[in-house]
């Protein structure tokens, strides 16, 4: 991520141990978190979703639109978070628009993927049928 050293050395995180959940489907969300250092897998109805590196940063949507998460977050080494709440989401989007292009390109590609899933899915029974 082109932001991720806006958030190195932040002084609000979050640890998560490996195996512990940062937050699951369906959960209010009220911040979104970049990750520092650690990896960590997002799995949506149980399924693999996404691996998370530092730079990714996980929970947006709930963050703009208010929605439940969408998906869990497992830590798969011990994990180090950054968290931005919607009072800070909404003072860096003003303050740094960068920050806002780097969340929507990053949310404008996991929307391609959902895509070539369902697609793939769809061929998948289209010819099995």
Known sequence: MLFFDMFRQD??????????VLFREGEDGEAMYVLIEGEAEVTIAGLFFEKCTS???VGELAVIDGSPRVGTVTATKDCKFVVIDRDRFHFLVDEAP?????????MADRLRKCDQ?????????????
């Open 98 to 106: 960068r920050f806002a292009i780097d969340v929507m390109r990053v």
């Open 117 to 129: 899933r369902i697609l793939a899915s769809a061929s998948e029974v289209a010819s099995s049928a």
């Open 55 to 57: 730079g990714s940063f």
């Open 11 to 20: 002084p609000e995180f979050v640890r998560v141990k490996r195996g512990e």
